[in-house]
Every structure is written in C-alpha cells, then in structure tokens.
C-alpha cells in the first residue's frame, strides 16, 4: 500500500493552498476589518469559519465519496444535481468570480495612475480578457509555469505585507461600523461567502483527490485522510494571510477610511508603508495571479458547459470570456453588491449539500433527507437573498420574522428542523442502507 512521506504532503498542502488564493481571498478582509473595528476579532472567527472552514469541509466530503460535485450531489437526482452545478460554476465563472479577477488587478495596478473612468478600466479588461482567452485556447505549459513561478512570489509577497500589518500598521484600530456592532460574527460569517472558495472546492475539490491518486495511493481512507491533512495546511495559510488582512484594515482606519472596497484599502496601506515601488511590485504579482486564476476558472467552466451542452470548448469559452468582459466593466463595488444577494442565496445550499454528505452515515437513505432538506434550504436561501438585494416587498411577513431573518440567516431554524424531521422520517420508513 503507497503511502505519502512529509515533503510530499507538504507540497500538495502548498498545491491546495494555491487553488484557493486568489483575488477574493486578498480583498474582503482588509474592507471587513475595517468596518469591524474594535469587534475584529468576532469578525475575524465567523469570517475563518465561511472562508477557511467550509472550504476544507468540502473537500473532505468531495475525498470522501471519491469524485466531483456530481457524486456528492447524486442522492439529489440527476435533473436537481445538474442545476445546482451549473449555478455554482456561473457564479466562479462569468458571473462574479472571473470578473472580480479583472477588476482588483485593474483597481490595484492601473486605477492609482489612471483612475477608476470607464475608458481605462474597458482598456485594461480588453486586454486581460484577451489574454486569457489565448491562454484558454493556447494552454501548453505556460499557464502552469506562470503558476509555479507565481504562487511563490505572491507568498513571498503577502509574507511581507502581512508583517509589515502587524509590526508597522498605519494606526490604531479604529471603530466599529454600524453594521457590525449588533453581531459581529454572524456579519463576519457573511462577508466570508465573498470569497467564494466553498463554491470554488466544489469545483476543484477533485483535484486534490486526484493528485493523491496520481501519486499511486488507492486506499479510499488513505485519500480521504490526505485530503484532510492537505486541506488543513491550506486552511492555516488561508487563516493566517486573512487575520494579518483583517489587522491592516482595522488600522488603516486613519489613511483609507473612505476606502469603498478592499484593494482601495491594500493600495493606500501599501503606498503609506512602502511607496510608490512597493504598490507597483504588488500590484504586477496580483495581476498576474488573478490572469492565472481567470485562465483556472475559464477552463473549467469550459469544460463543464461543453460536456453539459452540444457546444464545443472551444465555444464556451469565447462566449464566457466576452461575458466576464462586460461584467467587468460594471466596476468592483457594482460587482461586489451584485454579487451578495446571489452568494447569500446560493450559499446555504453548498453548506448543507457538504454537512449532509458528511453525516450521511446517520440516516438509511440518503435521497429520503437530502431532497427535503436542500429543497427547503433553497426556498429560504432565495428569500433570503431577495431580502438582501432590498426587494423586501416581495417577502412574506412571515419570513421576516424567523430568527437571524435580519442578519440573512433565516434559512437556518427551519432547515434543521427539516433535517430533524426527515431523520426521523428516514428512520421509520427503514431498510435502504446498502443502497445507499
């Protein structure tokens, strides 16, 4: 039986940890610590617990069931697994998360010089657009040696950034916004979906498990507890790089307190501390780690939608990438507030799709508590994402008054008393465990 040595969990931890930096990952605990203030640290726990915690219970679940998100969403059917899917790849492909990629690299290397106008930002997204589409059609072994070079420097980078937060921060750390004073975590929680990377495991959750198999380790225990151990040094650089974040934006209160967005906040924070040069270094590393990430998200979305659909790749991605171009050009506080009643919606079905999968050996049949859960799960999740948006009218009385409803967690209460139900359900109906 192969079994893995340290170096090589070590570099496949590195390998993980990679999948997941990147724009996102970057830009929403600067803006999150600073409306936090002196609550930063309850902010900081709910934010680690979407942004970090969810991520590496995916893929645990993923390593668990041994394939993609087709296998964890099996017990849905065919038909509800399928939408699911194809909502979850728009929303890290064209729709926020390909874009977000365009829009921080111009916003932290072109707007300082040029400023945010329409014409530079359609100028630059042409151009990085096009050269992701020719990256996308072109691949060879370029994409993955910018990779290699890349990831590193970016480390490299953020090392920096990350001490030069904690042993010179621009100030104190400042006051709480109101929309943090009432509960912290829970708006930490929140702000964590920003960052996509639950979705993102979703999608490229199968890529750990198969780079474990790559290495020759069959054993479907042994995957798993590898997948574990890789998603946990992901998970504590992924921690680390996001409480030194959430640190430079409480203290940046002083220099970039009208900031709008996260990269308003790193690109003041960086010409305070280290000048011009500084945030031209930094803002060349981003750009290029947000080109790859753009080329990652294309290419997978390329390939899903091509197999899905009787359009060749080669379609897809022409038609995604000209798409991601005109999302792009909305701006990144457009993108961001757009982007929030969605996440908010689509969230909870991705968080109760990993927590059934890993408690599936609690219930006899899988299909008897996964379809009513996600089912009410998608009700409340649309409601709540509506209320998000401000189209408050159109939401019954009554949901606003379930607990959490104000702080877009009202699917919470009546998805686990689903659960509870169904379990009991699934019980008394008895037998089809070895089906399942």
Avoid at 61 to 74: F, K, N, S, Y
Avoid at 215 to 236: E, F, H, K, P
Avoid at 248 to 269: D, F, H, P, R, W
Avoid at 397 to 419: D, R
């Amino acid at each position: 039986m192969t079994r893995l040595k340290g170096l090589d969990l070590l570099a496949l931890g590195f390998m993980t940890f990679a999948l997941f930096l990147g724009a996102g990952n970057i830009i929403f605990p600067p803006s999150a610590g600073l409306a936090a203030g002196q609550h930063i640290w309850a902010a900081a726990i709910g934010f680690l617990l979407t942004g970090v915690g969810l991520p590496l219970l995916t893929v645990v679940a993923l390593a668990r069931v041994g394939g993609g998100m087709d296998r964890l969403t099996a017990p849905l059917g065919r038909g509800a697994g399928i939408l699911l899917a194809v909502a979850v790849y728009l929303a890290i492909g064209p729709l926020f998360a390909t874009p977000r990629t365009a829009v921080v690299s111009f916003e932290m290397g072109v707007a300082p010089f040029t400023g945010d106008a329409a014409g530079p930002l359609f100028g630059y997204t042409l151009a990085f657009f096009a050269a992701t589409l020719f990256l996308v059609l072109n691949p060879g072994k370029l994409v993955s040696r910018v990779g290699k070079f890349i990831t590193p420097v970016l480390l490299a980078a953020l090392l920096v950034l990350g001490g030069a937060a904690l042993f010179a921060p621009a100030g104190e750390i400042g006051v709480t916004a109101e929309s943090y004073r009432a509960s912290p975590l829970l708006k930490g929680f929140l702000e964590g979906y920003l960052t996509m990377d639950t979705l993102g495991a979703l999608v490229f959750g199968i890529v750990i498990a198969t780079a474990i198999r790559d290495r020759g380790v069959s054993d479907a225990g042994l995957i798993t507890r590898y997948s574990m151990i890789a998603g946990a040094i992901a998970a504590l650089g992924l921690s680390l790089v996001y409480l030194a974040l959430f640190y430079l934006g409480a203290t940046s209160q002083g220099i970039a307190g009208e900031a709008q967005n996260g990269v308003q906040i790193l690109t003041t924070y960086v010409q305070h501390t280290f000048g011009t040069t500084g945030s031209l270094l930094l803002a060349v590393v981003i750009t290029l780690a947000c080109l790859t990430t753009a080329v990652g998200l294309t290419t997978a979305c390329g390939e899903f939608f091509s197999q899905l659909l009787p359009v060749s790749y080669r379609v897809v991605v022409v038609v995604f990438t000209a798409f991601s171009l005109l999302v792009a050009n909305q701006g990144l506080t457009q993108l961001i507030s757009v982007s929030v009643p969605v996440l908010v919606g689509l969230y909870p079905l991705a968080i109760m799709l990993v927590a059934l999968s890993l408690l599936d050996r609690f219930w006899l049949s899988s299909s008897r508590v996964f379809m009513p859960v996600m089912l009410v799960t998608l009700v409340f999740g649309v409601v709540d994402g509506l209320s998000a948006a401000g189209f408050t009218a159109w939401v019954p009385g009554l949901f606003t008054e379930l607990p959490l409803a104000a702080q877009s967690m009202g699917w919470l209460v009546p998805v686990l008393v689903t659960l509870l139900l169904a379990v009991v359900g699934d019980r008394l109906a008895g037998t089809p465990r070895t089906a399942a």
